[in-house]
């Protein structure tokens, strides 16, 4: 069982690429943390949220996930715009 927490944060791009396939290779379990969207995408089977204490399991994918959290990231903002007026 791996488990990785923010593996990339000093990696470039190639040499995520290189952790991807590996990663990809391994034949055990694996949980990863990562803000990395390029390396999950290329990785994950499943992707869970944990927020608000509890875990969810997110019904699609890393870009689609990656949208939600700019939607949500936009609504904050228009909701601090309006209370500022």
Not at 47 to 61: A, N, R, S, Y
């Amino acid at each position: 069982m791996l488990f990785l927490d923010k593996p990339t944060n000093h990696l470039d791009t190639e040499t995520i690429d290189a952790l991807a396939d590996a990663i990809n290779e391994f034949e055990g379990g694996m949980m990863l943390v990562s803000h990395d969207f390029r390396l999950i995408q290329q990785v994950a089977q499943e992707i869970w949220v944990c927020e608000k204490q509890t875990i969810t399991k997110w019904p699609g994918d890393i870009l689609a996930s990656k949208e939600c959290l700019k939607l949500v990231g936009e609504e904050s903002q228009l909701s601090r715009r309006t209370h500022n007026v």
